[in-house]
Nanobody, 123 residues
């Protein structure tokens, strides 16, 4: 299963970015999807997950109300809309899928990962 993340870039504080994750797998419709990020010198951090049909989502507190996770099963893609970005959001962002379909905040159960896309927020 291949995941391709895109949409990262440089943005000023208060701005927005929309990350996309293309999943090259027909079974994507049964997978849970999540987004994580990793800043230099820090551990990988869970941001949000979405279940297989998009009816259940969960966010970490630091992005709740600013980030929105969604998916389009017809297009085998997932999206992370990021609004009101802050300098502390600067990191490499990763999409991941859990082929067992279990949405979780833990990284280990996600068995396929994208390559990461850099997000830099300037103050």
């Amino acid at each position: 299963v291949q995941l391709q993340a895109s949409g990262g870039g440089l943005v000023q504080a208060g701005g927005f970015l929309r990350l996309s994750c293309a999943v090259h797998e027909r079974a994507f419709t049964t997978y849970a999807m999540a987004w994580f990020r990793q800043a230099p010198g820090k551990e990988r951090e869970f941001l949000a997950f979405i279940n297989w049909n998009g009816e259940a989502t969960h966010y970490t507190d630091s992005v709740k109300g600013r980030f929105t996770i969604s998916r389009d099963n017809a297009k085998d893609t997932g999206t992370l809309q990021m609004d009101n970005l802050k300098p502390e959001d600067t990191a490499v962002y990763y999409c991941a899928v859990n082929s067992w379909g279990l949405p979780t905040t833990e990284a280990t159960p996600y068995d396929y990962w994208g390559q990461g896309t850099q997000v830099t927020v300037s103050s």
